[in-house]
């Protein structure tokens, strides 16, 4: 779970895999090199969860969500592998309960944190025995109102829970992101915020981060070109493992605030751009200066260019060539 100024990031893989257990194990071992927290299932029931006459999402309709729940399911034993997997590869084992028996499923399996989809936002029930559990919990705002959002939250106070924003749109374009939400989500309810990101690019993740998401979700698969509903709307190895450097750079920026009084660090930069004040021609001694005596070249070790109006009107001890950077000395 979280614990440093990182954001925490989870790798959904959801049902990416098709169904594969060989798959899952790799996506899960891939996410971990890429530098993700966490890596993210998807455990679904089909019996218990869904109407055999249930509409398919618009995005994905190549098979019945029966026959694909039931095809793409893995075995107690395989989520237990699976569980075992992530902890040796040092990530979290999270998993999307979609119903009672889910929950009861992953509790025997040993997840280590909840995921609560859009979804099952309203569904109370399914919050209430998540709430029992004690696990961490990262609750998706994708397709609620503030009122389904207050009774989520409330029907999980007790949890370490932390509020998602997210739009259920696959993809989400970036002027619905909404990261607005996700500010005023810290303030109505007190508790950590973050984005789960249904967006193609970077630009969502690292401004949510920008504006204090301590956790980011982004969708994850081997290649956009495999069959199923979230491929092709998730990062593939390269991109995902670039997101999470940016991600941990982004939070870097923000946890280094810098003193504009603090030149010191500068100084070497300062001497070789800016400018010093010296002689535009040759001067004769006792000439007194005027504007159309100076000129302001490099470096800037001598007299600062801001102090021109320090010379104006003074007389100089000796005569000067051209291009002489002035010193104070030179002065009467």
Known sequence: MPATSNPYIIAEIGSVHD?????????????????ADAVKFQTHIAEAETLPNAPSPSYFSAEPRTAYFKRTGFSPEQWRALAALAKSTKVDFLS???????VDLLEDVGVAAYKIPSGEVSNIPLLSRIAQTGKPVFL????????????????????ALTLLQC???????????????????????????????????????????????????????????????????????????RLCRELKETARIIASPVDKDDL???????????????????????????????????????????????????????????DHKFAYEDFE
């Not at 999307?96 to 889910?102: G, H, I, T």
């Not at 504006?211 to 509903?229: D, P, Q």
Request: with cysteine; glycine share 8%; hydrophobic share 40%.
């Open 19 to 35: 169904g594969s257990f060989g798959n899952a194990c790799r996506l899960l071992e891939t996410a971990a090199e890429c530098g």
């Open 96 to 102: 999307s309960p979609f119903s009672l028996e889910a």
């Open 140 to 159: 998706s705002s994708g397709m609620s109102n503030w009122e389904e959002l207050d009774a989520a939250v409330g029907a999980l106070r007790g949890s």
């Open 167 to 241: 739009t259920s749109k696959y993809p989400c374009p970036p002027e619905q992101v909404g990261l607005n939400a996700m500010c005023v989500m810290r303030e109505r309810y007190g508790i950590p915020v973050g984005y789960s990101d249904h967006t193609l690019g970077f630009a969502a993740p690292i401004a949510a981060v920008a504006l204090g998401a301590t956790v980011i979700e982004k969708h994850f698969t081997f290649s956009k070109l495999m069959y199923g509903s979230d491929a092709k709307n998730s990062m593939e190895p390269d991109e995902f493992r």
């Open 264 to 322: 010191s660090s500068l100084s070497d930069m300062k001497l070789i751009f800016e400018k010093s004040i010296v002689s535009a021609t040759d001067l004769p001694a006792a000439t007194e200066i005027e504007m159309r005596h100076l000129a302001f070249k490099k470096p800037g070790d001598g007299i600062s260019a801001a102090k021109y109006k320090d010379v104006i009107g003074r007389r100089i001890v000796r005569a000067l060539p051209r």
